[in-house]
């Protein structure tokens, strides 16, 4: 299958495809996008993905680094965009009630612009941002004297951080970008900067509802973009305890069919007895014999609070 040939853009009219790609990455209307600037990215995505899935655990950090500072350097409107304020300030209030009062210490994996570090910071919290590459957050380090910035290669974090300093490490919409055999490498190397009883609280899409990255605007249905590979709950639990977390909690999200059923603002919080929950649906979905029914069994259960998004909390021991 000849993934950059036109007639995948060619399926949706121009105005629905770039309706679709600006929902995706949350870019607003002020932002100029056209159809060919979106075959530029899908055709570069793709490209860059399958270098990244190659790379040996050797050039992995050298190749992941040349491959965002191209992707964001020839794909300028990315990093130039940001999302609309007020769904942006929602997503930010999340993690900022997850965290807690402070001060704490704080870490955040991949914080781009640095946008939620920044107000973690103006609420007292002591920060440091990382990213593959350093373009895309030193303008936001520079505003406040509790926030800082480095780059690292998000999977072995206490080569670049000392261990055993950190009480909250974050991260959103990252852990779909690692190369699927880092993911153990990454959790471990979480666990040794945190420290005893931190937390490392992450969002990620949810692998039932993928491919969730570039490929879901033309329905393509395998990992070819830099979603090297999307997780679910089951998945994550499996790997936490091996990594050295003691529990995993769910954050609770009420689904957007539900949010416009019901319009009540609801604390955010992490549960166990939520998490074995969502557990029962994910283990009902699985075992559905067809992708289709796949499909639309996780739609269905999306009304009974199976959100399109893993957000965990995972938690260091006390005693560790």
């Known amino acids: 299958m000849n993934m950059d040939q036109k007639g995948y853009l060619n399926n949706l009219s121009g105005r629905e495809i770039i309706r679709k790609y600006r929902k995706l990455l949350h870019i607003p209307d002020n932002v100029h996008i056209d159809p060919d600037m979106i075959q530029k990215h899908w055709n570069l995505e793709v490209e860059l993905a399958r270098r990244l899935i190659k790379s ?7 190749t992941s680094r040349s491959v965002y500072t191209r992707f964001y350097r020839e794909l300028p409107w ?71 910035y480095g780059t690292c290669d998000g999977v072995h974090l206490h080569r670049f951080e000392k261990e055993n300093q950190y009480d909250v490490v974050i991260s959103s919409n990252v852990l779909e970008h690692l190369h699927p055999d880092d993911l153990m490498p990454h959790l471990r190397s979480v666990t040794r900067i945190l420290k005893k009883g931190g937390r490392y609280i992450l969002k990620t899409p949810h692998a039932l509802f993928g491919p969730n990255g570039i490929e879901s605007l033309l329905g393509v249905r395998c990992h070819v973009g830099l979603h090297l590979k999307e997780y679910c709950i089951t998945d994550l639990r499996k790997a936490a305890g091996p990594a050295g977390f003691e529990r995993l909690e769910t954050v609770f999200l009420l689904p957007n069919p539900l949010k416009r059923i019901i319009p009540i603002k609801i604390k955010t919080r992490s549960f166990r007895i939520y998490t074995s929950y969502l557990l029962l649906l994910e283990s009902i979905i699985r075992f559905c014999p067809t992708d289709l029914l796949k499909k639309s069994l996780s739609f269905l259960f999306r009304f009974i609070l199976l959100p399109r998004v893993v957000f965990i909390v995972l938690f260091k021991p006390v005693d560790s």
């Not at 040996?56 to 050298?62: L, M, V």
């Open 56 to 62: 040996s655990p050797e050039t992995r950090w050298e």
């Open 78 to 148: 990315l990093n130039e965009a940001t999302s609309c304020p007020r769904d942006s300030k929602e997503r930010e209030n999340k993690f900022i009630e997850l965290v807690g009062p402070s001060p704490m210490k704080i870490y955040e994996i991949g914080s781009g612009t640095g946008d939620l570090l920044f107000r973690l910071a103006e609420t007292g919290h002591d920060c440091r941002g990382c990213d593959i590459t350093a373009e895309r957050g030193e303008s936001q380090s520079r505003k406040h004297p509790r926030l800082n």
